[in-house]
């Protein structure tokens, strides 16, 4: 095992005690590709599952087993649906059995911090879905709170915006200012309410934004 490898597996141990004081389960694989196998043990065929916009969704290929799979998916993402079906099925994920969303960072003391815009995904994360699963790869992790909502609020909303935009962006304030008009809720997850509820699958590789 190489420094890194140790220093993420070491951290991650931290980071999952912590989950368990606060009601939330949570796991450790070194690469995305032990960490889809852990998703595909854990959710039942037939389940109705749903998601949250995510780029590590997408680089751990979990978007495409699950509508290549044995479950009921409401895709929320799907444009070809049009905006009023995509609205539907936005609040049909409510109801959904497994909900599954990345973190945009993540306290090494246990909290989760996300900001989104319309506010579905984070929304999702807090009530609704009977389970919620969380994949984020070891980058999210900060060394405390602070710091888990600065990456928050510059980083992970910064790339958003840029994934997003048409238009040539020609400073870094202008960037960090965009960001800020487009990441209108700012959630953290400090506890469960109900015990296990939410689980959090931690990859040893740098994932998503």
């Known amino acids: 095992m190489t ?10 141990q931290k980071v999952i005690k912590e989950f368990k004081s606060r009601n939330i389960e ?6 995305k590709e032990e960490a889809l196998k ?17 780029v590590t969704l997408h680089e751990i290929g979990l978007l495409d087993a699950l509508k290549n799979g044995r479950y009921n998916v409401l895709d929320a993402s799907d444009r070809s649906k049009g905006g009023a079906e995509m609205d539907r099925i936005a609040h049909q994920a409510f109801s959904s059995d497994y909900y599954f969303l990345s973190s945009n960072a993540i306290s090494a003391t246990g909290e989760l ?12 994360l807090i ?12 980058n999210k992790v ?21 994934s997003y935009t048409k238009n040539e962006i020609s400073s870094f304030e202008e960037l960090l200012n965009k960001a800020q008009g487009t990441g209108s809720q700012l959630v953290i997850t400090m ?19």
Request: aromatic share 8%.
């Open 3 to 12: 420094p890194i490898q140790s220093y993420n597996a070491l951290l991650a």
């Open 26 to 31: 949570g796991f450790y694989f070194e690469t």
């Open 113 to 124: 911090v996300n900001i989104d815009g319309i506010g579905n995904r984070v929304a999702a």
């Open 127 to 138: 009530y609704g879905p009977k389970n919620v699963i969380v994949i984020a790869g070891i």
């Open 191 to 209: 506890m469960s309410v109900f015990k296990e509820r939410i689980k959090v699958i931690l990859v040893g590789e740098s994932l998503g934004y």
């Open 142 to 162: 900060e060394q405390n709170l602070e710091m888990a909502i600065n990456r928050a609020k510059t980083r992970a909303a910064s790339l958003g915006v840029l």
């Open 38 to 54: 852990k998703v595909i043990e854990i959710v039942p065929e037939n389940s109705t599952v749903s998601w949250g916009g995510s």
